[in-house]
């Protein structure tokens, strides 16, 4: 793993200069991807939340607090919103009766296959103007962010 705080002053600098562009440019893109929605009513935390079930699949309320870093209270309401627009419903936990278990609905698969082909089709689009040496090393990095982003 590289220690990206040491080494001479041209070589620090340079590592800094690189991970300021990374941050920069990840945030900007991110930002802009967010914009590609496809239901605009759902916020890009409710959004958040689909994402999350669909991909660690159904979980409690406090967990899906834990994993989306917002207080619990915050996570009620926003399960709650979601249920009301028939995305996500919540059913009794196998262990424990005092809990529920938050899972997605067919309506929220569909709508998140849907966000899911604009997004990559609006990030296609943009990738038609790096040329053949960009476009190789971008799809060689894209492991890479994936790693970071899951770190």
Do not use: F
Request: a neutral charge; aromatic letters at 2%.
């Amino acid at each position: 793993m590289p220690d990206l705080s040491y080494g001479d002053d041209a070589e620090a600098a340079a590592n800094a200069a690189a991970v300021n562009a990374l941050r920069s440019s990840v945030m900007r893109l991110s930002r802009r991807l967010k914009h590609q929605r496809v239901d605009e009513s759902l916020s890009p935390t409710e959004m958040s939340v689909l994402g999350t079930l669909a991909r660690c699949g159904s979980a409690t309320p406090g967990e899906l607090a834990r994993k989306e870093h917002v207080q619990p209270p915050s996570m009620t309401r926003i399960v709650a919103l979601l249920e009301a627009k028939g995305l996500v419903r919540l059913e009794p936990h196998p262990d424990d009766r005092r809990q529920k278990v938050v899972s997605r609905t067919e309506l929220a698969d569909a709508m998140l296959e849907e966000s899911r082909r604009k997004r990559n089709a609006w990030l296609a689009a943009l990738a038609e103007g790096l040329d053949e040496d960009e476009w190789a090393r971008l799809r060689a990095a894209a492991p890479v962010l994936e790693k970071l982003a899951h770190l």
